[in-house]
């Protein structure tokens, strides 16, 4: 199985929180999760902490390598500039990641490396992780937190990418 790609910064273990989540089903295949994941349209529908989603160029709501939007999730207005994209291919995960940031003074300022891996297994199974490393005051009081509301959050969102991806297919 991949692993998450990380930028040095932002390597685990050595920011002030760290989430990550996994799921492996049956039935599905990388391509149709892919096309819900990568559409933040409906990233709403099936996840009820994303809201307000905007692309600063008018492009979207795919994402793509560079794509800078909006949104807000846990509270926080997010900025994030998209700095991975590889849809799946044959015998190759999709990845997604994008670096995300709140602005603020320093009890308020959040930079967040967040990442998706996306792959085909043996069996028609799909292994669906995503990872998120942060770093600033924010991330210190949610990782004092328990339980950690990012683990919990994140979880709502692959089981929620999960049951709309089985719905709505491709």
């Not at 002030?16 to 559409?39: K, M, Y």
């Not at 210190?140 to 990418?161: F, K, V, Y």
Request: hydrophobic share 35%; no cysteine.
């Amino acid at each position: 199985m991949h692993e998450i790609i990380w930028p040095e910064d932002y390597l685990p273990g050595t920011t002030d929180n760290f989430a990550s989540n996994e799921v492996i089903v049956a039935g599905l295949d990388a391509d149709q999760v892919w096309a819900h994941l990568d559409n933040t349209a409906d990233w709403p529908v099936y996840y009820s902490n994303a809201s307000d989603i905007r692309f600063h160029d008018g492009s979207g709501p795919r994402l793509s390598q560079g794509a800078r939007f909006h949104f807000s999730t846990f509270g926080f207005p997010i900025e994030a500039e998209v700095t991975e994209y590889q849809p799946p291919a044959a015998g190759k995960p999709g990845r997604v990641a994008w670096h995300g940031w709140a602005e603020g003074d320093a009890s308020k300022r959040l930079d967040v490396h967040h990442a998706w891996l996306v792959e085909n297994l043996p069996g028609h199974r799909v292994r669906i992780l995503t990872q998120e490393s942060q770093i600033g005051a924010p991330a210190q009081e949610l990782a004092r937190t328990t339980p950690n509301p990012m683990i919990n959050g994140h979880q709502a969102w692959l089981d929620g990418l999960v049951s709309y991806s089985r719905q709505h297919g491709r």
